[in-house]
């Protein structure tokens, strides 16, 4: 798929069809991550992939901002080590993550696990190093038929876009 | 192009061609951030088009980690207010917006503007108010010939992908 087309087609999917993702696409998935630019190339990322139902389903309960993890065929934890900028880092690789998806008609949702309990629940679980920090969990999937949305609104183009100088809306000629 | 296509063949661009962005594309690179998505849909961005030769000159002079912002046709300054994950939620939309550049040729590079005499000065410059984060200064251009470089090496997909649990690096069948 194009790339401006993927990225204005691309829609927040909560809602899965049990289908599996093929192993082929869930490997897309991962080199689009593996290969996003991060701060000084320094890499501090892993990707754990969960396609285990036990532990999707543990994982569905323990984030209670995104019980359907429990419903996804995956779901990949992005986990960031001591990175000089962990937060940035990760929303760069999950983006291609999400769009390399999307292309090939797999969606996501960002569930954070805010929650210390949470954090602490979802690191034992998947033994995750207590030092590292969990970013999000993502759940994947095709969508399901249910879930086919117009979509969240966005502000106008007008009110985030500035020429020049903050707070000059009009394009110079 | 294609969006695997467009994933793996992106490089970080430091080196530009003086040719202008085209506007059109100006404005595609600006949607790919618009439609990106953010943390409970909250928007909190703001893109700062520079265009104006002496700004992009003084920016170089000030973000001493990015002197080539001096030479590119265009920057987009990444601002972002209050937002519940800054880095992340910018991260994502900055994300969209390389691919969409990278797709039609042009490249970019991210500057970060950590110190705090540098955020100040591009602040005061840029009119960006005070209590705003400025996360970036993300030069675009066409890639030089000079800088068509082989791509920074990753580490192997074994290292950062694991299986079900943390440490786990062999797929389960």
Known sequence: M??????????TVRD????????????KILQ?????????????????VIQDRDTLATLGKIATQGPF?????????VVM???????????????????????EG????FVGVRE??????????????EEMELITLLPFGYRAESSKSAGTPRKAIEEIVHWDR???RVQPV
Do not use: H
């Open 2 to 11: 194009d790339v401006y087309q993927c990225i204005r087609s691309r829609r």
């Open 16 to 27: 899965y069809k049990p289908d599996p993702i093929p192993q082929e696409l869930i490997r």
């Open 166 to 168: 903050f707070g000059e």
């Open 116 to 129: 210390a309990d949470q954090q602490k629940a979802v690191k034992e679980l998947l033994k995750i190093p």
């Open 106 to 109: 797999v969606g996501m949702c």
């Open 32 to 48: 689009a991550g593996r290969w996003a630019p991060s701060s000084s190339n320094t890499q501090k990322w892993y990707f754990i």
């Open 81 to 103: 080590d001591d990175a000089p900028r962990p937060q940035l880092d990760a929303g760069r690789a999950l983006q291609q993550m999400e769009l390399m998806a999307w292309s």
């Open 69 to 77: 993890i429990g419903q996804a065929p995956m779901a990949i934890a």
